[in-house]
């Protein structure tokens, strides 16, 4: 009876913990050599910690700079056909929008579409 017990505890934990894993949101570091936009958003040139929790194909994303939050958009998940090398932030050339970032070492994306900025960012 304890082995059942044991090894039911065990499995409870084993499903918590993947669970968990799922849950938190990730963040990565990136450089803008020049100065984009996101949501509207003006971000200067510069380094900036880009946090992002995923919900099935969702994301939503923060901007980080010296430890302040400076925008906030949703976005949505892409998987790429290979890993990205490095993490590379793809803009939009005629309004130098940020249109994608590819984060390194992983086969995933997050890409940004036309969205209304939200109120006090």
């Not at 936009?37 to 994301?59: I, M, Q, W």
């Not at 906030?72 to 990205?84: F, N, W, Y």
């Not at 993490?87 to 940004?112: C, L, P, R, W, Y």
Request: proline fraction near 3%; charged fraction near 20%; glycine fraction near 8%.
């Amino acid at each position: 009876m304890t082995r059942i017990t044991v090894r039911f505890a065990l499995l409870a934990l084993a499903l918590t913990l993947s669970l968990s894993a799922f849950a938190k949101p990730k963040s990565e570091n990136i450089t803008l050599h020049a100065g984009a936009t996101v949501n509207g958003t003006n971000l200067p040139p510069g380094e900036y910690v880009v946090k992002y929790d995923v919900e099935g194909s969702n994301a939503q994303v923060t901007f980080v700079r010296g430890g302040k939050e400076v925008a906030s958009t949703t976005a949505q998940v892409k998987t790429l056909d290979k890993k990205s090398t490095s993490n590379q932030v793809v803009m939009n050339s005629d309004s130098h929008s940020i249109s994608e970032i590819d984060f390194g070492g992983k086969q995933t994306a997050i890409t940004f579409g036309a969205a209304v900025p939200e109120a006090g960012k």
